[in-house]
Nanobody, 127 residues
Framework: QVQVAESGGGLVQAGGSLRLSCAGSGRTVSNSAMAWFRQAQGQEREFVAA????????NYAGSVKGRFTISRDVARNTVYLQMNSLQSEDTAVYYCAASLASQLTAHASRATWYSYWGQGTQVTVSS
């Protein structure tokens, strides 16, 4: 059974930082490409960032590039999302997802490419 669980969300002022964590369990996760998505109230889920199974390749949405950094600790089976210079538009529920693939492909920004999802963690940025 593969499970992923997010933590680290909270309330932060605009311009501040937060680090989200996604802990994975199950043998598939350690070999999986992982990603973060987010969903603001009333909007569709959108891609934030993705990372290959060893962390050598990453992809970012244009809206977060230069502000967010995705990384992973293979030994701990954990993926992180460091979020800096947060803006009110970053307010959303953030979800961690695991793919059955190990390497990133052109589909890595699509939610349908991921098979396992966490319950989400709320990030609220106050202006």
């Amino acid at each position: 059974q593969v499970q992923v669980a997010e933590s680290g969300g909270g309330l932060v002022q605009a311009g501040g930082s937060l680090r989200l964590s996604c802990a994975g369990s199950g043998r598939t996760v350690s070999n999986s490409a992982m990603a973060w998505f987010r969903q603001a109230q009333g909007q569709e889920r959108e891609f934030v960032a993705a990372i290959s199974w060893r962390g050598r390749n990453t992809n970012y949405a244009g809206s977060v590039k230069g502000r967010f950094t995705i990384s992973r600790d293979v030994a701990r089976n954990t993926v992180y999302l460091q979020m800096n210079s947060l803006q009110s538009e970053d307010t959303a529920v953030y979800y961690c997802a695991a793919s059955l693939a190990s390497q990133l492909t052109a589909h890595a920004s699509r939610a349908t490419w991921y098979s396992y999802w966490g319950q989400g963690t709320q990030v609220t940025v106050s202006s």
